[in-house]
């Protein structure tokens, strides 16, 4: 049976890390899935005595078992379908070429305009005689109120492109603290930032050893993989996932490397000092 709404979370994080940068994730729910994955999740969250906003930066050794019964939870749902989550991030290496003084003073709601267009293959959803509609909910954005309303103007005429129905008032901006699948989102997002941008080999300052909330998040970022693997068995952090029809992935990940770019090895890993 077609859906008839589909809610999108989205969110960003990350904007400047030591070699991957513009992290930027979403959650997509089937409004028939959204209600049981949402009072299943806050209940889990309940017992786990977990009242607050659950969040990445939050990650400690006391709360990781917790936080692991959530997120396992969290992918079960991803894998009963109904549930699609993507991730997008940019390598700093790939430096892009030709940009405008424009294109760098609008540089987060470009790429959100990227990740929103491609990541979820929105263009690729089965054509049905009644379009479902489609509601955008975003993280309340770190920008002007004039970028941010170009912005959704902007892309709610390109989305008129795609079989959705997406109108203004279904586009607004919302606060995490009152959507877990939000919380999660974060939780996955924050995880992959954390590896890639090698936070994990952090040390104490002035010592060899590694203080306890960097081991728990590696330990939750280790869990986040293995979940990831059911869906991609040969995932791979740093690249992007690939084969099926993307629409129908459960979980996508995306290194975006601009058109126009040239290397700069300084800003690898290995060039990185």
């Not at 994080?13 to 994955?37: C, H, I, L, T, W």
């Not at 003073?105 to 267009?117: A, G, P, R, S, V």
Request: aromatic share 12%; glycine share 6%; with cysteine.
């Amino acid at each position: 049976m077609a859906e008839k709404e589909y809610i999108l979370f989205c969110d960003e994080s990350e904007r400047s890390g030591k070699f991957y940068s513009n992290f930027y994730g979403g959650v997509m729910v089937a409004s028939s899935v959204y209600e049981p994955a949402t009072q299943a999740l806050n209940g889990l969250k309940r017992e786990l005595n977990l009242f607050g906003e659950v969040k990445w930066e939050k990650v400690t050794e006391r709360y990781l078992d917790r936080y692991v019964r959530l997120i396992q939870l969290f992918f079960t749902f991803m894998r009963q379908g109904g549930i699609r989550l993507r991730v997008m991030f940019r390598q700093n290496a790939n430096e892009p070429i030709g940009l405008t003084h424009e294109h760098r003073e609008n540089e987060y709601f470009l790429l959100y305009y990227q990740f929103i267009k491609h990541g979820f293959q929105l263009a690729g959803y089965p054509v049905h005689p009644m379009a479902p509609t489609l509601r955008l909910y975003f993280d309340q954005f770190p920008d002007t109120k004039e970028k941010a309303t170009i912005f959704k103007d902007h892309l709610l005429r390109q989305l008129g492109q795609v079989p959705f129905r997406v109108l203004s008032e279904n586009m607004a901006e919302v606060r995490s603290h009152d959507h877990v699948l939000l919380q999660c989102l974060d939780i996955v997002m924050g995880s992959m930032a954390f590896r890639l941008n090698d936070k994990h080999k952090e040390k104490i300052s002035g010592t060899r050893s590694r203080g306890k909330r960097t081991k728990a998040k590696e330990a939750l970022y280790k869990v986040i993989l293995k979940e990831i693997q059911t869906l991609h068995p040969r995932f791979n952090i740093g690249m992007s996932t690939g084969g099926g029809r993307l629409w129908e992935t459960p979980y996508a990940h995306w290194n975006f490397i601009p058109r126009h770019r040239e290397i700069n090895p300084s800003r690898t890993k290995h060039g990185v000092k």
